[in-house]
């Protein structure tokens, strides 16, 4: 299998390697770079545990091919905590109880990050919709919810 | 997995690389690496093409052309096709919606390519790099079809002329239990000049339910001027069963669907 050569930018640091071609974006953060954040669940596209953002966008890193990323910015779950401290979204999922045995929780944390980026103060809908594309097997949803809720309650109030 | 990805600037090129045994095009990745990964040994190979005319919009004189490496989330941001917003938001979650592409939707088989029962009741022309052709004559043969979509294209349907239902279990975002689109015209008088209604679910690809299109003709959108249409929803059609419903199941709703659809 040939190997091709792939640049880009990961939760801020530069990443630069040769990966067989074909190679899902998931299995390069997880098997070449160590980034195990993304999960992979169904391979699919069901379930959403995978979850990336590319360029602002969320995106299924299962069905995206890591050759195609070329100079793209790519933020994974394992990005988000500065200097130990948890980002507001992490600290509200545990505050909640959002996670029980934490394979979604990736995936629903770049999800809820890529709605609160773009709509800082969500309805509750606006909150399922965005999660929409995210399947839990444990919670039941709700502390989900109200962990994106809190996290946008949170950023309003430090913005104020 | 062991895929081999080529890239190509032109749809030339790529439609040429494409013609080797084992080769799948590459859109959003929605369809065929979910296939791949699913094991599907067929793919050996895939190409695209980064062409940017294949991710370009217009809408120009009530024209529209999306490049067929449009995303469904692309569409439904776009305040000009605002119309077709609900169509393009019916496509799987947020994700998928940011991957999911408009010539790979024409692929889906049933139950998904929701967007697809829209552009067939749009009655949208379907451009290849071989030519140009009918959406209703592409989805026919699109099982054997070995050239790659460029764009698509129709006119945009007067404000309140386009309607879209998509039917399924899981709220906000499930799989399809059927969907339909429809183009409605509308005499002075306030009846039906001309209908076309196209049908998701409801066999393997899209399909239009003609006899109800012919049957709503010259009649009023209330529920005595619908009910021939009602009647004559189910003929022609072969639904699809699946772990959402049973092709029974299908076809004894589609009716009710239709009604509350025509009735919206």
């Not at chain 1, 974006?25 to 098997?31: G, K, T």
């Not at chain 1, 890529?114 to 444990?138: F, K």
């Not at chain 2, 120009?60 to 439904?76: D, H, L, P, Q, Y």
Request: proline share 5%.
């Amino acid at each position: 299998m040939a190997k091709v050569p792939v640049q880009f930018t990961l939760n801020g640091s530069e990443k630069a390697e040769f990966i067989d071609s074909g190679t899902t974006l998931l299995n390069a953060l997880r098997d070449k770079i160590g980034d195990t954040s993304p999960k992979g669940g169904c391979h699919q596209g069901t379930c959403g545990a995978c979850s990336v953002i590319i360029d602002g966008e969320l995106r299924l890193s299962c069905l995206t091919l890591a050759e195609t990323c070329n100079g793209t910015t790519i933020t994974t779950t394992s990005g988000l905590s500065e200097s130990g401290v948890l980002h507001p979204l992490q600290r509200a999922f545990l505050d909640t109880f959002a996670t029980q045995c934490g394979f979604c929780t990736p995936g629903m944390i770049m999800a809820a990050k890529v709605l609160l980026d773009h709509t800082p103060n969500p309805s509750r809908d606006e909150v399922v919709e965005a999660l929409s594309g995210n399947i839990c097997r444990c919670t039941g949803y709700e502390p989900i919810i109200q962990a994106v809720l809190l996290a946008a309650r949170a950023n309003s109030q430090n913005a104020a | 997995m062991a895929l081999a990805l080529q890239t190509f600037p032109t749809v030339k090129d790529a439609n040429s690389a494409l013609k080797a045994a084992g080769t799948r095009y590459l859109g959003g990745g929605t369809l065929v690496i979910r296939a791949a990964n699913e094991g599907d040994v067929s793919v050996s190979s895939l190409v695209r093409s980064t062409d940017p005319a294949l991710s370009a919009i217009a809408v120009a004189g009530g024209k529209v052309r999306i490049g067929a490496s449009v995303t469904m989330a692309a569409i439904a941001r776009l305040p000009d096709l605002g119309a077709l917003a609900k169509a393009a938001r019916a496509v799987g979650g947020p994700a998928i919606r940011n991957m999911a592409t408009v010539g790979g939707n024409l692929f889906a088989p049933a139950p998904y390519g929701d967007f697809a029962v829209a552009l067939l009741a749009l009655d949208a022309t379907i451009s290849t790099d071989d030519g140009e052709l009918p959406i209703e004559t592409f989805l026919a043969k699109r099982d054997g079809s070995r050239v790659i979509v460029t764009s698509v294209s129709f006119t945009l349907p007067k404000a309140d002329g386009f309607r879209f239902l998509k039917v399924s279990r899981v709220k906000p975002k499930g799989v399809s239990m059927l969907s339909i689109a429809a183009v409605l015209e509308r005499a002075a008088d306030g009846t039906v000049s001309s209908a076309r209604i196209a049908l998701g679910c409801m066999a393997d690809r899209p399909i239009r339910a003609r006899a109800a299109e012919k049957a709503i003709e010259g009649k009023t959108l209330d529920r005595d001027g619908i009910a021939p249409a009602l009647a004559a929803a189910t003929e022609g059609i072969a639904p699809i069963t699946d772990p959402i419903a049973s092709a029974w199941y299908r076809a004894e709703v589609l009716p009710v669907h239709l009604g509350r659809l025509l009735l919206t």
